[in-house]
């Protein structure tokens, strides 16, 4: 695949912050630096963070499968075809901002 990557490997990369107790900071930020900074800041709080938020509840982590990662994401963008599910994504998005907002500025300063 070369230097080109998929969103969908964007998003594997992205639910590792997540799901480690020592997070690779480089390494999302290797994948992540490949988009645009406002398209990764996107994809982090409306679709990833949407469907790994409750795995920083545990007091374990575990990884997500990548499949079920991608499926979890594509049901979470049929809410974007409603004007109740974007306001629903909207809001919620904004909670995630302010929750993971340490994680999403020590990634952000790598890119």
Request: aromatic share 14%.
């Given at each position: 695949m070369?230097?080109?990557?998929s969103k969908e490997e964007l998003y594997v990369a992205l639910s590792d912050l997540f799901a480690a107790d020592q997070i690779d900071y480089d390494y999302?930020?290797?994948?992540?630096?490949?988009?645009p900074i406002e398209s990764?800041?996107?994809?982090?709080?409306?679709?990833?963070?949407?469907?790994?938020y409750y795995n920083t509840v545990t007091s374990f982590c575990i990884s997500f499968d990548k499949d079920d990662l991608i499926s979890n994401i594509n049901r979470v963008k049929q809410n974007e075809n409603s004007f109740f599910g974007r306001m629903k994504m909207y809001f919620f998005s904004k909670y995630l901002?302010?929750?993971f907002n340490h994680e999403w500025k020590t990634l952000k300063n790598l890119l």
């Open positions: 070369g230097n080109i990557l999302i930020a290797s994948v992540a630096k490949l988009f990764v800041e996107y994809a982090l709080f409306n679709y990833v963070a949407p469907v790994c901002q302010l929750k």
